[in-house]
């Protein structure tokens, strides 16, 4: 089993930053790769970035492009996601997430098999 641990969340005015951390713990031998998710009241869950070892490759849904950074330390299982200029529809609760295979795709909650309980965002306007 995996354990899977958010930090960081908070409230924020809108323009203002965020670093969001995610620490694996477990058997994490099979970890390939980490992704955020968010979902906001009344939403259904949206993938927001992730991060895959093999090639050390970034996704990024487009609204979060040039404003989100996600990035990892493989030795310390932990990743991150950095979040500037950030906007009320920002406002969600934040899920992390690791992998053993990215399929059916980096984007998709099933290439997810752990998660954390989630960390919640606010931003104000």
């Known amino acids: 089993q995996v354990q899977v641990a958010e930090s960081g969340g908070g409230l924020v005015q809108a323009g203002g930053s965020l670093r969001l951390s995610c620490v694996a713990s477990g058997r994490t031998s099979g970890v390939e790769g980490m992704g955020w998710f968010r979902q906001a009241p009344g939403k259904e869950r949206e993938f927001v970035a992730a991060i895959w070892w093999s090639g050390n490759l970034t996704y990024y849904t487009d609204s979060v492009k040039d404003r989100f950074t996600i990035s990892r330390d493989n030795a310390k299982k932990t990743g991150h996601l950095q979040m500037n200029s950030l906007k009320p529809e920002d406002t969600a609760v934040y899920y992390c997430?690791?992998?053993?295979?990215?399929?059916?795709?980096?984007?998709?909650?099933?290439?997810?098999?752990?998660w954390g309980q989630g960390t919640q965002v606010t931003v104000s306007s």
């Open positions: 997430a690791v992998g053993l295979s990215a399929r059916p795709s980096v984007r998709a909650t099933l290439a997810y098999a752990y």
